[in-house]
């Protein structure tokens, strides 16, 4: 693409203390992607996204956002840099509109967005009135949106967007980001999701305890996505253990004689020729759903050299 990336992490690593927040974390999102930050409670997310806004130095390594330093440039990222913290404190005596006032202060740039968004996510006048110490949390969540997307920014960082959000409001976030894509803007959008981010990004970056898992575009984790094979077995003694030979290696799953696992494509046939060495008298192959795909690398074991595959646009 040529351009400089939005994003571009380098060997980022945080600590805290003992406590690994991020490992070595590379990775590049390009100018106008929509890009998923997937990975299951612990795994740094937070971490990673608190460091690309400034709010954390990294121990090592680097972040560069927009082609700026986010600590050193902070004041000239803030007008092209929106963020939705995971978790939005607010002052609870300030109202909606004061709170908005407030934010457009800090990020340094008018907001031309903000009566639009305010509108299509349902947060009327009297509600902006109001003091968010009387808001419920999704209510919070939509300020928190507004907040984010008011001021127009080249680059939105969204942790955990759609928490707390009814399914007609997560369609106007859909649609936000949609139209976010359609103008160009890149967007990093943190979940534990899977659906979410299938919907909403066209890459999707994997994290796990703090280390990148890999990085691919969502088509692709559909197609890498495992099959599940369920076979019954013919003249099974009762009380004999049971056995499906080398496919034994997928941890099957037994009820009586009948067992269920689940295989990556690649090793399908293989996986097939040694069952059918055995007295099988039912076998049938599908498509695992896309959580499980998604599941499978929750659980692989982390490379041991922090890098990962299929990181590049
Ligand atoms: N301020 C902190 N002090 C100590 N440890 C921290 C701090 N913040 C995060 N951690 C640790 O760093 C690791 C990564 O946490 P982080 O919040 O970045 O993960 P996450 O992927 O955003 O998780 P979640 O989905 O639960 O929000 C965890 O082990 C967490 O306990």
């Given at each position: 693409?040529?351009?400089?990336?939005?994003?571009?992490?380098?060997?980022?690593?945080?600590r805290y203390g003992p406590v690994v927040g991020?490992?070595?974390?590379?990775?590049?999102?390009?100018?106008?992607?929509?890009?998923?930050?997937?990975?299951?409670?612990?795994?740094?997310?937070?971490?990673?996204?608190?460091?690309?806004?400034?709010?954390?130095?990294?121990?090592?390594?680097?972040?560069?956002?927009?082609?700026?330093?986010?600590?050193?440039?902070?004041?000239?990222?803030?007008?092209?840099?929106?963020?939705?913290?995971?978790?939005?404190?607010?002052?609870?005596?300030?109202?909606?509109?004061?709170?908005?006032?407030?934010?457009?202060?800090?990020?340094?740039?008018?907001?031309?967005?903000?009566?639009?968004?305010?509108?299509?996510?349902?947060?009327?006048?009297?509600?902006?009135?109001?003091?968010?110490?009387?808001?419920?949390?999704?209510?919070?969540?939509?300020?928190?949106?507004?907040?984010?997307?008011?001021?127009?920014?080249?680059?939105?960082?969204?942790?955990?967007?759609?928490?707390?959000?009814?399914?007609?409001?997560?369609?106007?976030?859909?649609?936000?980001?949609?139209?976010?894509?359609?103008?160009?803007?890149?967007?990093?959008?943190?979940?534990?999701?899977?659906?979410?981010?299938?919907?909403?990004?066209?890459?999707?970056?994997?994290?796990?305890?703090g280390?990148?898992?890999?990085?691919?575009?969502?088509?692709?984790?559909?197609?890498?996505?495992?099959?599940?094979?369920?076979?019954?077995?013919?003249?099974?003694?009762?009380?004999?253990?049971?056995?499906?030979?080398?496919?034994?290696?997928?941890?099957?799953?037994?009820?009586?004689?009948?067992?269920?696992?689940?295989?990556?494509?690649?090793?399908?046939?293989?996986?097939?020729?040694?069952?059918?060495?055995?007295?099988?008298?039912?076998?049938?192959?599908?498509?695992?759903?896309?959580?499980?795909?998604?599941?499978?690398?929750?659980?692989?074991?982390?490379?041991?050299?922090?890098?990962?595959?299929?990181?590049?646009?």
């Open positions: 693409m040529g351009e400089t990336p939005a994003i571009e992490l380098t060997r980022l690593s945080k991020v490992e070595s974390l590379s990775l590049a999102v390009e100018a106008g992607e929509v890009f998923g930050f997937l990975g299951p409670n612990g795994a740094g997310k937070t971490t990673t996204l608190r460091c690309l806004v400034g709010l954390l130095g990294p121990t090592s390594g680097h972040a560069r956002v927009l082609g700026l330093d986010p600590l050193a440039d902070h004041a000239r990222l803030a007008p092209r840099l929106g963020y939705l913290p995971g978790e939005l404190r607010l002052y609870p005596e300030l109202t909606g509109a004061q709170t908005l006032d407030l934010l457009t202060a800090l990020q340094r740039a008018p907001s031309p967005r903000r009566r639009e968004l305010c509108e299509r996510l349902d947060l009327s006048d009297r509600d902006l009135r109001r003091p968010v110490l009387g808001y419920s949390r999704g209510m919070k969540q939509k300020l928190g949106l507004v907040q984010a997307l008011q001021h127009e920014p080249r680059l939105v960082v969204l942790d955990e967007p759609t928490e707390g959000l009814d399914p007609l409001v997560q369609e106007t976030f859909f649609a936000l980001m949609a139209e976010a894509a359609g103008a160009g803007r890149t967007v990093l959008l943190s979940s534990h999701v899977l659906p979410e981010v299938q919907r909403a990004c066209g890459r999707v970056a994997i994290i796990r305890e280390r990148l898992v890999t990085v691919e575009r969502v088509a692709s984790l559909r197609e890498a996505r495992a099959r599940r094979i369920r076979v019954t077995l013919g003249g099974l003694r009762p009380g004999r253990p049971r056995s499906l030979g080398d496919a034994d290696r997928w941890n099957p799953r037994w009820q009586g004689d009948r067992a269920e696992l689940l295989v990556p494509p690649s090793d399908i046939t293989a996986t097939l020729r040694a069952l059918l060495t055995l007295p099988v008298a039912d076998i049938t192959v599908e498509e695992a759903g896309l959580d499980e795909a998604f599941l499978d690398l929750y659980r692989d074991p982390a490379p041991p050299d922090g890098t990962a595959p299929g990181n590049a646009p």
